[in-house]
């Protein structure tokens, strides 16, 4: 299990995401996670930690990224 976690290529983005939920920056509703109101997916996916690391992830979404970044920041 600690082998699973720590090889986890998406772990600083959900560890992100924990902290953003922790600074209520990020809503988590049943296990679901929302930036905004909008979940943090693609359509037709659920906002799920994996999926959402995921999205965070993608190029396309890094300025998403970098604005619930700095929001944990202050």
Same mark, same amino acid.
């Given at each position: 299990?600690?082998?699973?976690?720590?090889?986890?290529? =998406?772990?600083?983005?959900?560890? +992100?995401?924990?902290?953003?939920? $922790?600074?209520?920056?990020?809503?988590?509703?049943?296990?679901?996670? =929302?930036?905004?109101?909008?979940? +943090?997916?693609?359509?037709?996916? $659920?906002a799920t930690l994996n999926i959402a690391a995921k999205f965070l992830s993608l190029p396309k979404n890094q300025? +998403?990224?970098?604005?619930?970044?700095?929001?944990?920041?202050?």
């Amino acid at each position: 299990m600690f082998l699973k976690v720590a090889t986890d290529q =998406y772990l600083p983005v959900k560890v +992100l995401i924990k902290k953003a939920v $922790e600074k209520h920056v990020v809503q988590n509703r049943d296990n679901h996670f =929302y930036y905004k109101g909008f979940p +943090l997916c693609n359509d037709n996916e $659920e906002a799920t930690l994996n999926i959402a690391a995921k999205f965070l992830s993608l190029p396309k979404n890094q300025d +998403l990224k970098f604005s619930i970044e700095a929001a944990i920041k202050d």
